[in-house]
C-alpha cells in the first residue's frame, strides 16, 4: 500500500472585486473557503479577513485574509489547482499588474521549506513586507517560519509593524 504524505501550505487570499452571484469581497473569501474543500483541499485554520489599501494602480480596497491547508498535492500541482479556482470567480490573468481582481489565492508558505522553479516560489517573494499578508497569517500560524531567514511569521509581523520614530 502508497502511503501519501500531507503537504500543509499557508495560503493568502485577496479581493477587491463583487463577483456575481457571489458577491463583495468578503463575500467571495468566505466562497472561497468552501470552493478549497470542493477541492479536496483540507482547511485546517482560516483566519479572520480583514480590510486593507490597494498595491499599485487598483484604487478599490481590498479583503484580505489566509488559510493553512492540507494537502497531498506537489507545490505545483497546488498552484495548478489554486489558479482553476481563480477563474472559478472570475480571475483572468492577463492585462496590467496589479490591477483590481476577483480573487488572488497565493502561495506563501509550505511545511516541505523553500520552492522554487519557473513558476513557483516559496517563500512568497514579497509576503515579509506585506501587512495584509504578515496580519491574518499571524493570526493562525505565529508560529511558521520562513525558511529563508528563519523568523516565525509573528516575528516577521511584528517587525513590520512596530512604531519607528519619526525621523528629525
Given at each position: 500500500?502508497?502511503?501519501?504524505?500531507?503537504?500543509?501550505?499557508?495560503?493568502?487570499?485577496?479581493?477587491?472585486?463583487?463577483?456575481?452571484?457571489?458577491?463583495?469581497?468578503?463575500?467571495?473569501?468566505?466562497?472561497?473557503?468552501?470552493?478549497?474543500?470542493?477541492?479536496?483541499?483540507?482547511?485546517?485554520?482560516?483566519?479572520?479577513?480583514?480590510?486593507?489599501?490597494?498595491?499599485?494602480?487598483?484604487?478599490r480596497r481590498y479583503a484580505n485574509g489566509?488559510?493553512?491547508?492540507?494537502?497531498?498535492?506537489?507545490?505545483?500541482?497546488?498552484?495548478?489547482?489554486?489558479?482553476?479556482?481563480?477563474?472559478?470567480?472570475?480571475?483572468?490573468?492577463?492585462?496590467?499588474?496589479?490591477?483590481?481582481?476577483?480573487?488572488?489565492?497565493?502561495?506563501?508558505?509550505?511545511?516541505?521549506?523553500?520552492?522554487?522553479?519557473?513558476?513557483?516560489?516559496?517563500?512568497?517573494?514579497?509576503?515579509?513586507?506585506?501587512?495584509?499578508?504578515?496580519?491574518?497569517?499571524?493570526?493562525?500560524?505565529?508560529?511558521?517560519?520562513?525558511?529563508?531567514?528563519?523568523?516565525?511569521?509573528?516575528?516577521i509581523n511584528t517587525r513590520l509593524t512596530?512604531?519607528?520614530?519619526?525621523?528629525?
Amino acid at each position: 500500500m502508497r502511503r501519501h504524505l500531507t503537504q500543509r501550505y499557508l495560503i493568502a487570499l485577496g479581493s477587491n472585486m463583487r463577483v456575481p452571484g457571489v458577491g463583495s469581497p468578503r463575500s467571495v473569501l468566505l466562497a472561497v473557503r468552501e470552493a478549497l474543500e470542493r477541492n479536496d483541499l483540507h482547511i485546517e485554520a482560516f483566519a479572520p479577513i480583514i480590510d486593507s489599501a490597494p498595491v499599485g494602480p487598483s484604487l478599490r480596497r481590498y479583503a484580505n485574509g489566509a488559510a493553512i491547508i492540507a494537502t497531498e498535492l506537489s507545490p505545483p500541482a497546488l498552484l495548478a489547482q489554486l489558479q482553476r479556482i481563480e477563474s472559478e470567480f472570475g480571475r483572468r490573468r492577463q492585462g496590467q499588474c496589479w490591477r483590481a481582481r476577483q480573487l488572488d489565492l497565493d502561495i506563501i508558505l509550505w511545511s516541505g521549506g523553500a520552492w522554487h522553479d519557473s513558476g513557483l516560489t516559496i517563500p512568497h517573494a514579497d509576503f515579509r513586507d506585506r501587512r495584509f499578508v504578515l496580519e491574518p497569517a499571524a493570526a493562525i500560524a505565529p508560529d511558521w517560519r520562513d525558511p529563508v531567514t528563519g523568523l516565525s511569521i509573528k516575528a516577521i509581523n511584528t517587525r513590520l509593524t512596530r512604531p519607528r520614530p519619526l525621523p528629525r
